[in-house]
T-cell receptor, first 111, second 117 residues
């Protein structure tokens, strides 16, 4: 499974757009990129998944350059409740392997 | 998204006793369930992969005789921590998936906080 690298922590303020970048230099052809959010003492929650270019849903956008060696999760107009740990994972969609979680990015939103 | 439910949400047990944690997929059939462990301020670590009707596959360093996993149906997997010790205190999380589906994401339970005293 491809290894991912993310910033350990980030700070921002309410109403700002937050971009978290993840590096995955060894991503394989069949790998998808998935982002999860985790609050303390809760299981991870799926945010968004993509393969290439741009994906957008009601909570976030995911930008993936052509070489797919990195990806950027974009959270528009964050609020205090977006304070959480965000994990970037790469792997085959529908594959038989469990997910390998990196250290994640602890995002802290301040008033 | 699909719902995965864990029970209990938290449990306190005495050292030397066994604890069973249930993981249920409520609205879909999960061919595969994964069990993770998470220590404070650390990431999730995969413990084992459980396929319905077959023996679980354990990650390196995870004792299969200590962490018993049963996946008797497509909607239920259980993790039993046998002879629990304080160092087993952790946050245990399961996830469920259906293999081979092109649009599969992993759905996670809410986790179980185990405290061994």
């Amino acid at each position: 499974l491809a290894k991912t690298t993310q910033p350990i922590s980030m700070d921002s303020y309410e109403g700002q757009e937050v971009n978290i970048t993840c590096s995955h230099n060894n991503i394989a052809t069949n790998d998808y990129i998935t982002w999860y959010q985790q609050f303390p003492s809760q299981g991870p929650r799926f945010i968004i998944q993509g393969y290439k270019t741009k994906v957008t849903n009601e909570v976030a956008s995911l930008f993936i350059p052509a070489d797919r060696k990195s990806s950027t999760l974009s959270l528009p107009r964050v609020s205090l409740s977006d304070t959480a740990v965000y994990y970037c994972l790469v792997g085959e969609r529908g594959g038989a392997d469990g997910l390998t979680f990196g250290k994640g990015t602890h995002l802290i939103i301040q008033p | 998204g699909a719902v995965v439910s864990q029970h209990p949400s938290w449990v306190i047990c005495k050292s030397g006793t066994s604890v069973k944690i249930e993981c249920r997929s409520l609205d879909f059939q999960a061919t595969t369930m994964f069990w993770y462990r998470q220590f404070p301020k650390q990431s999730l670590m995969l413990m084992a992969t459980s396929n319905e009707g077959s023996k679980a596959t354990y990650e390196q360093g995870v004792e299969k005789d200590k962490f018993l996993i049963n996946h008797a149906s497509l909607t239920l997997s259980t993790l039993t921590v046998t002879s629990a010790h304080p160092e087993d205190s952790s946050f245990y999380i399961c996830s469920a998936a259906t293999l081979g589906q092109a649009n599969t994401e992993a759905f996670f339970g809410q986790g179980t906080r185990l405290t061994v005293v």
